[in-house]
């Protein structure tokens, strides 16, 4: 680790001395625990910590670890991306690790210095919106647990799909260069390391690791609107001398009703949606309505229901009666040979021959037991 390279063995001592205590005390301490950065002799942490250190050259405090970009983007990651998202945008996510620790008790990997178990999980990558919010998670057995946050804004207001590209996670450290990270990232976690994706990660500036990944949006299709229409329902009201108002009702989503008829079933028809009609004499009359629909398409269609039907009754001395008759159910049709008189005179032959035989066979048996 260059800046500590300079410092004395007596501060290592010290450091040493820290550590101890501090591996007892991590668990308490580590979520608190910050450092403001003064140069290259700002003392380590006493004990593996994660991303602890205030106010550093180019990642200002390392508590803000979490950052992100618009792939492709040489700029600097951002905490809040606001962008336009079209269909397809990728975004490249950034997660900072650095073990506070001093590089002087890693011991090639196996000293007290050494965060173990060391795991990343970036969450929040999934689902639909305008707006999003990923977060990410470093832990380790030793070291406690940080968690850091960022912002993708769609500024064109656009309903976009999040996902984890799949196969893109990767980390970076000086020491071992760009290695493959397990897809888990985004589930459980994934182990990084800083030698390799193992989770050991040694303290020291040196040993930094930068872990990426890519996520991607989807433009929102959304479902086609149905069109449709449909008779309701028809209302009638009676008066006297066999006067009949009725009023036909359509229901539409995404259509229009264009045209009405109402039928009074004595030959007469009116094209409104509310008409009276007077009956020339008594008896029962169905009453047939419907209703012209025009689709978003441009198609007309009549349509009309079992409660777009009326029947009305008109007897001497007695008040009109109405009802909505029940659908007309077809009846059912059996199926006969065809009846000519040649089918019919080939089913009486066979029929004939059939006996015929029948009787040869038991007479047959008979005379064979006399």
Same mark, same amino acid.
């Given at each position: 680790?260059?800046? @500590?390279?300079?410092?004395?063995?007596? =501060?290592?001592?010290?450091?040493?001395?820290?550590?101890?205590?501090?591996?007892?005390?991590?668990?308490?301490?580590?979520?608190?625990?910050?450092?403001?950065? #003064?140069?290259?002799?700002?003392?380590?942490?006493?004990?593996?910590?994660? %991303?602890? @250190?205030?106010?550093?050259?180019? %990642?200002?405090?390392?508590?803000? @670890?979490?950052? /992100?970009?618009?792939?492709?983007?040489?700029?600097?990651?951002?905490?809040?991306?606001?962008?336009?998202?079209?269909?397809?945008?990728?975004?490249?996510?950034?997660?900072?690790?650095?073990? +506070?620790?001093?590089?002087?008790? %890693?011991?090639?990997?196996?000293?007290?210095?050494?965060?173990?178990?060391?795991?990343?999980?970036?969450? /929040?990558?999934?689902?639909?919106?305008?707006? &999003?919010?990923?977060?990410?998670? =470093?832990?380790?057995?030793?070291?406690?647990?940080?968690?850091?946050?960022?912002?993708?804004?769609?500024?064109?207001?656009?309903?976009? $799909?999040?996902?984890?590209?799949?196969?893109?996670?990767?980390?970076?450290?000086?020491?071992? +260069?760009?290695?493959?990270?397990?897809?888990?990232?985004?589930?459980?976690?994934?182990? =990084? +390391?800083?030698?390799?994706?193992?989770?050991?990660?040694?303290?020291?500036? !040196?040993?930094?690791?930068?872990?990426?990944?890519?996520?991607?949006?989807?433009?929102?299709?959304?479902?086609?609107?149905?069109?449709?229409?449909?008779?309701?329902?028809?209302?009638?009201? $009676?008066?006297?001398?066999?006067?009949?108002?009725? #009023?036909?009702?359509?229901? #539409?989503?995404? *259509?229009?009703?264009?045209?009405?008829?109402?039928?009074? +079933?004595?030959?007469?028809?009116?094209?409104?949606?509310? !008409?009276?009609?007077?009956?020339?004499?008594?008896?029962?009359?169905?009453?047939?309505?419907?209703?012209?629909?025009?689709?978003?398409? /441009?198609?007309?269609?009549?349509?009309? *229901?079992?409660?777009?039907?009326?029947?009305?009754? &008109?007897?001497?001395?007695?008040?009109?009666?109405?009802?909505?008759?029940?659908?007309?159910?077809?009846?059912?049709?059996?199926?006969?040979?065809?009846?000519?008189?040649?089918?019919?005179?080939?089913?009486?032959? *066979?029929?004939?021959?059939?006996?015929?035989?029948?009787?040869?066979?038991?007479?047959?048996?008979?005379?064979?037991?006399?």
């Amino acid at each position: 680790m260059n800046i @500590f390279t300079q410092l004395s063995k007596k =501060i290592s001592t010290v450091a040493a001395s820290l550590l101890m205590v501090g591996m007892i005390l991590a668990p308490m301490k580590v979520n608190a625990l910050s450092i403001p950065y #003064t140069g290259e002799n700002t003392p380590p942490a006493p004990y593996p910590a994660f %991303n602890v @250190f205030t106010g550093t050259p180019y %990642n200002g405090d390392e508590s803000d @670890f979490l950052r /992100g970009k618009v792939a492709g983007d040489t700029g600097d990651s951002k905490n809040v991306v606001d962008t336009a998202c079209q269909d397809g945008t990728r975004f490249t996510l950034r997660v900072y690790v650095h073990n +506070g620790a001093s590089q002087d008790l %890693n011991n090639g990997g196996s000293g007290p210095s050494v965060a173990r178990d060391v795991r990343v999980k970036v969450g /929040g990558v999934t689902g639909t919106g305008t707006n &999003f919010v990923p977060n990410a998670t =470093i832990s380790a057995s030793n070291a406690g647990t940080v968690a850091d946050d960022m912002r993708i804004n769609c500024t064109n207001g656009s309903q976009v $799909t999040m996902s984890y590209v799949a196969g893109t996670a990767k980390q970076y450290s000086k020491l071992s +260069g760009t290695q493959a990270v397990s897809d888990s990232i985004v589930t459980t976690g994934a182990p =990084i +390391g800083t030698m390799t994706p193992d989770g050991n990660v040694w303290g020291c500036w !040196d040993q930094r690791v930068y872990v990426t990944l890519d996520v991607q949006v989807k433009k929102v299709t959304p479902p086609p609107v149905v069109s449709e229409g449909s008779c309701k329902v028809a209302d009638l009201t $009676t008066a006297d001398n066999r006067k009949v108002t009725v #009023t036909v009702t359509g229901q #539409t989503n995404n *259509a229009t009703i264009v045209g009405y008829e109402i039928d009074f +079933g004595d030959g007469t028809k009116s094209n409104k949606q509310t !008409d009276t009609h007077t009956y020339a004499k008594d008896g029962t009359y169905t009453i047939f309505t419907k209703v012209q629909v025009r689709y978003a398409d /441009g198609r007309t269609e009549w349509k009309t *229901a079992t409660a777009c039907t009326k029947q009305v009754t &008109f007897k001497p001395g007695v008040p009109p009666t109405v009802v909505t008759p029940p659908p007309t159910t077809p009846a059912t049709v059996t199926t006969l040979p065809a009846t000519g008189a040649g089918s019919v005179a080939a089913v009486f032959a *066979a029929a004939t021959v059939a006996g015929a035989m029948a009787y040869r066979v038991f007479m047959a048996r008979r005379l064979s037991r006399q």
